[in-house]
């Protein structure tokens, strides 16, 4: 995807900023009632349903561009699907309406309703498969760390750039097997490795904070729809990220190419993988590190939402009392 020139009228409405907060928020409340129960399928149902109810009342002309996957396979939100009232700005929206579905089914901390919108055109167009990334905060030389480098390579080069030990260096990784070469490699390098059980949005947006986090570094494959989301808040607060889609079928390569994407090695940069004027909104189901999860008082609903927008790098925290309780649990 060439680079984006950002022209005024491509600039996303300021006043949608806060619009987009009641998206996530009424998906992450829908999420949230489901907390715990065990069902994976029927918490994310709920944040999809909710989810694309509130885009449907937005002044938007969206597209849906990186969904809950085929239009066969997924009954909403799927990739090309309108949303909106189609009489504002046309858009283009990625949507993962509960990011950590199994955090949810089990009540872990870490599962979000995420959202990002940006002009059409400007994120990259990705099917759902995986992605493998590498991510690192603010403050470091362009490239100092590469997805064609070794574990023990980025390790070294990050530490070296930060003007510490490879052994001050945290890497988060998602605790899978098919990470374990990945795993010995950054430990091999002398790195700590912290592992999560899912939520790698969050784990990349955790690089950009590590002196809260104590995260350094992200890395490992998981969903590229997750890639585009994490991209696009990383842009807001600064780093770096590289991206590259598993396409290791014969069926992906030819669904990538229906969608625009000619090299299926292709290394995508953060700006790549998320150009131009970028709003992603993430509010918290569950208790986390980024957001607070939903609070159902007596007559009160309590959500924390984060809204992180590239082109200002403003980020907002909007702490939000519901009291139409009724209308939140039947709507
Ligand atoms: C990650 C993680 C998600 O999927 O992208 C992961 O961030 C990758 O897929 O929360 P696998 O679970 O197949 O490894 C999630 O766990 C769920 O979407």
């Known amino acids: 995807m060439a680079d984006l020139v950002i022209k005024q009228q491509d600039i996303i409405e300021r006043i949608l900023t806060m619009e987009l907060v009641r998206v996530t928020e009424r998906a992450a409340v829908a999420a949230a009632h489901l907390r715990g129960r065990g069902d994976e399928k029927a918490a994310d ?58 955090l949810c089914a089990k009540d872990m901390a870490g599962s979000v309703a995420v959202m990002a919108v940006a002009q059409a055109g400007a994120l990259l167009n990705a099917p759902d498969v995986y992605m493998e990334k590498i991510a690192i905060g603010p403050g470091y030389p362009e490239g100092v760390v590469d997805l064609d480098m070794t574990p023990e390579e980025n390790v070294r080069a990050l530490a070296k750039a930060k003007g510490v030990t490879p052994g001050e260096i945290t890497v988060l990784i998602l605790d899978r097997e098919r990470h374990q070469g990945l795993i010995d490699g950054c430990r091999r390098a002398g790195a700590s490795v912290r592992m ?11 690089c950009a904070q590590t002196a809260i986090s104590g995260v350094d570094m992200y ?45 299926p090695k292709r290394k995508y940069t953060m700006k790549e993988l998320a150009n131009g004027d970028v709003i992603v909104c993430l509010t918290g189901v569950t208790d986390g590190p980024l957001v607070q999860g939903v609070k159902f008082g007596k007559d009160i609903i309590n959500t924390d939402t984060l809204i992180y927008r590239s082109v200002t790098g403003t980020v907002r925290r909007i702490g939000a009392e519901h009291r139409e309780m009724g209308k939140f649990r039947l709507d």
């Open 196 to 206: 999560i059980t899912d939520g790698d949005v969050a784990g990349v947006i955790y």
């Open 219 to 263: 890395m490992g494959t998981g969903g590229a729809p997750e890639g585009v989301l994490a991209a696009g808040a990383l842009r807001c607060v600064g780093g770096q990220m590289q991206g590259r889609l598993v396409l290791d079928t014969p069926e992906k390569i030819e669904r990538a190419r229906s969608m625009g994407i000619t090299d």
């Open 45 to 102: 149902q709920a944040a999809v349903d909710a989810m694309r109810r509130e885009l449907n009342r937005l002044p938007i002309d969206g597209t849906i561009v990186i969904g809950e996957g085929e239009r066969d396979e997924a009954p909403m939100l799927f990739i090309g699907e309108r949303v909106g009232t189609m009489t504002g700005p046309k858009v283009d929206i990625a949507v993962d309406p509960l990011e950590g579905t199994t």
